[in-house]
């Protein structure tokens, strides 16, 4: 006799269609008094078995990817989100990336301050980093891919509060994942800044999301006893490994083995950097073998990141095989939140991959999901936006207690 009341997938989609309210009472009852991030977004993967969160950004850089009537349906959840910061603002300065020349990531900075205009704030986009500005210069202008001129202002700070130009910005929004942190004394300042600094790629750790996800889904599922392994993909952290000196790579390699004697036969493992982003430091392996016979190439892949973090902790995780195709290629879900709240999604289809690959890399292409024709269409597609929501929002909640843990 099972110990749980849902045992299998086909289960839980319909005990969470029939028990949706009782569910989201739970989700905003685990929330209150956490440090929800003001967004983020979430990669799931759905398997024939589960529904698993694969992984969680806190400075999502896709908002161009969100379908136009989700965007239209977010403008009050944002103008929630902001009021509840500071209910006298008026000017939201976003502070974006570096990397100006990617212009489809312009396209996604144009997307969010449009969204944000249209909740009724002044925005500015502003930069700390002074190597993006001519001599002598505070505003550069940009175009982003689809036409949309972008104007970046050089911000500085005059008695802890962020200022571009004469005017004074209420609320700063970090979309700088700072794997090269921002040169800036954050205990000095004024001005609310979301999500914190503090959570940056210098010092935040997937392994610290999915131990926390981990007790968050737990929970979850005790509650309404349910078995945690339909809702999340079981991992090993590992530390101290280096890939160029070859230090603690039999240590990965047994961690690997490790993992893959609880799975059925023929799965993967995805061996992740755990302060990899961009999709870098991945590599998808069947056996700890892989790991001790990793040719040069491969091993300096993993060994850095972007703006050169070494990677030495790195986060084995079981791979879930997606049953998403969009003509007949592989796809996974990401979903965007605000303040905890889903306000859309789309879907992220490789192929140059195969259903047990790493979509996040070479090939990829992105196509929207309007979440808004999810609810409308048959009781499968209520089920699915229910499923993507719920897991979703628990690995929101985990990143929640990341930020409460830094603070």
């Known amino acids: 006799m099972s110990q749980y009341k849902i045992n299998n997938k086909n289960e839980l989609e319909n005990f969470v269609i029939n028990n949706w309210n009782n569910i989201n009472l739970y989700l905003e009852t685990a929330k209150k008094g956490l440090p929800t991030p003001f967004y983020s977004s979430v990669d799931i993967r759905e398997s024939k078995d589960k529904y698993a969160p694969v992984d969680h950004n806190m400075f999502p850089a896709g908002f161009n990817n969100l379908c136009s009537q989700d965007l ?12 509840n910061i500071s209910p006298t603002a008026k000017n939201i300065g976003i502070f974006p990336e570096s990397h100006t020349k990617n212009l489809m990531y312009l396209d996604h900075i144009a997307t969010l301050s449009k969204l944000i205009e249209s909740s009724g704030y002044k925005v500015y986009v502003l930069s700390f980093d002074s190597n993006l500005f001519p001599e002598n210069e505070d505003v550069i202008d940009l175009m982003s891919h689809s036409g949309f001129p972008i104007k970046i202002y050089r911000g500085n700070i005059k008695a802890g509060s962020i200022c571009c130009l004469p005017e004074k910005i209420d609320i700063g929004i970090c979309n700088n994942d700072q ?76 961690s690997v083995d490790d993992l893959l004697s609880e799975l059925k036969p023929d799965s993967k493992v995805f061996v992740k950097a755990s302060k990899g982003t961009y999709g870098m430091g991945i590599s998808v392996v069947s056996s700890g073998e892989e790991i001790i016979n990793m040719n040069r190439k491969t091993r300096n892949k993993m060994d850095v990141g972007k703006n050169a973090i070494k990677f030495t902790s790195l986060l084995v995780q079981e791979g879930v095989e997606t049953i998403l195709k969009y003509d007949d290629m592989p796809a996974e879900i990401t979903v965007y939140l605000i303040d905890g709240n889903c306000i859309g999604g789309f879907m992220r289809v490789n192929g140059e991959r195969d259903s047990l ?8 292409v992105f196509r929207k999901l309007c979440m808004c024709d999810v609810k409308d269409k048959a009781r499968d597609h209520t089920a699915k936006e229910a499923m ?11 990143s929640a207690y990341e930020i409460k843990e830094v603070l």
């Open 179 to 254: 794997s090269n942190p921002l040169p800036i004394d954050w205990k000095e300042l004024k001005t609310p800044f979301v999500p914190t600094p503090l959570i940056g790629w210098f010092q935040r750790q997937k392994n610290t999301h999915f131990a926390f996800y981990n007790k968050v889904a737990n929970e979850f599922c005790a509650h309404f006893e349910i078995n945690p392994d339909l809702i999340q993909a079981k991992f090993r952290a590992v530390e101290n490994v280096d890939f160029e000196s070859k230090t603690g790579l039999e240590n990965l390699a047994k």
């Open 388 to 398: 993507y929501s719920l897991i979703a929002r628990l690995a929101t909640l985990a």
């Open 72 to 83: 239209d349906e977010a403008v009050h959840v944002v103008k929630n989100a902001l009021f």
């Open 357 to 364: 690959g790493n979509l996040n890399s070479k090939g990829m």
